[in-house]
């Protein structure tokens, strides 16, 4: 059968749910790229997001579910994590926490924690509402690959693989969510910077909030997904300034929109450098130099003191740059 793309019509969206709740895939919309999802308590349905997306088993899914009183139903909450939950959610944070046993182990890859979050995105929302099961879902593009933010991006990558994808146009954050560790709420630790900074986290939490960096995360067996190379085109990538007029078979990619000239290879990731903005076309920029035939792809980099998104941005940069 071949893959269908819904529009979020009420009965659309009531037949998705059923679906789900049938433990069938289906491709959703969240705020920050889309996810591949299916019912969080279904140990078969589970499996089956591993195999669509061609994920190793030891890389654990994120749970998404409506609110608090949801998670709390899956995960021993602490009051860190409360604080947190009440300021960010519905919101693209992501908490990790011990898990309780309702959570069946495929979805955690055997770790006693689970990664969850309240989505804001208003057709998850009434997903969640309408299959009244929580959603585990990773990102709906094929492992390694760069995320989808579109409906189309999902097609293009897994469109053989599923059957259902709800289209809700374009994500509106476009990079991942933040994952924040409180296993140990004393040592609160961002495993993948996202839309909600580390200041931000600092502020409710009023302690430091410790970051993994990449090279840690390699060796460490808590972050399986974060290994150093993923969100990667199949183009290499590098870092660098690109030239104003590079070769024909360079894609340069710049932050803002240069002046003047225009060309098949060149392209921006921004009217006038908004971090919003380059978050938000990153991934389909990539996408497309991507498609494009190119021997390489050259990123012009962002200033370390950016700022904001520019730790997520920065971060996906690198990783997308990393050789294998
Ligand atoms: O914004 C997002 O987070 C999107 C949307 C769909 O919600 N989801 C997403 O999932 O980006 P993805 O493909 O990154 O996969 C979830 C990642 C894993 O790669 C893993 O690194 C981390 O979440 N993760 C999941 N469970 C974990 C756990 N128990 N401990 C540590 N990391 C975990
Ligand atoms: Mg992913």
């Given amino acids: 059968m071949p893959v269908r793309v819904y529009s979020p019509t009420p009965p659309n969206l009531r037949r998705l749910a059923v ?19 299916a ?22 899914l994120i749970v998404h579910v409506l609110d608090l009183a949801h998670a709390e139903k899956l995960a021993e909450f ?5 604080k947190l939950a009440r300021q960010f959610w519905p919101g693209p944070l992501t908490l990790v926490l011990p898990k309780k046993p309702s959570v069946p182990g495929i979805v955690t890859s055997g770790s006693p924690t689970v990664a969850i979050r309240a989505p804001a995105h208003p057709l998850a929302r ?3 509402r309408l299959a009244g099961i929580p959603l585990a879902a990773p990102s709906a593009n094929l492992f390694g690959y760069i995320s989808p933010t579109t409906a ?5 990558g897994l469109g053989r693989r599923i059957l259902h994808v709800l289209d809700g146009g374009t994500c509106q954050i476009g990079v991942e969510s933040t994952i924040v560790d409180l296993t140990d709420p004393a040592k609160p630790r961002i495993l993948r910077p996202g839309a909600i900074t580390a200041g931000q986290l600092q502020k409710v939490l009023g302690v430091p909030v410790g970051r993994l960096t990449r090279r840690k ?22 870092l660098r300034e690109p030239v104003a007029k590079p070769a024909r078979k360079i894609a340069a990619v710049f932050l803002r929109k240069p002046a003047g000239q225009t060309a098949p290879n060149i392209f921006w990731l921004s009217r006038r450098g908004a971090l919003a903005e380059v978050a938000r076309n990153l991934y389909g920029v990539l996408r497309q130099a991507d498609a494009s ?3 390489q792809i050259q990123v012009e980099p962002l200033p370390a003191d950016a700022g904001g998104l520019a730790a997520a941005i920065n971060d996906r940069l690198h990783r997308a740059a990393a050789k294998v």
């Fill in 19 to 37: 679906a789900l709740r049938h433990g069938e895939l289906v491709a959703i919309p969240t705020e920050t790229v889309y996810g591949l999802a």
């Fill in 39 to 60: 019912n969080a308590l279904d140990a078969r349905a589970c499996r089956a997001i591993f195999r669509a997306k061609g994920r190793p088993a030891n890389d654990p």
């Fill in 78 to 82: 602490n009051a860190e994590a409360r």
């Fill in 126 to 128: 009434r997903l969640l």
């Fill in 152 to 156: 189309d991006h999902v097609v293009a």
């Fill in 217 to 238: 995360a390699a060796a460490d067996p808590l972050a399986p997904g974060m290994m150093a190379r993923h969100y990667s085109p199949r183009t290499p990538l590098v």
């Fill in 293 to 295: 035939g190119f021997a």
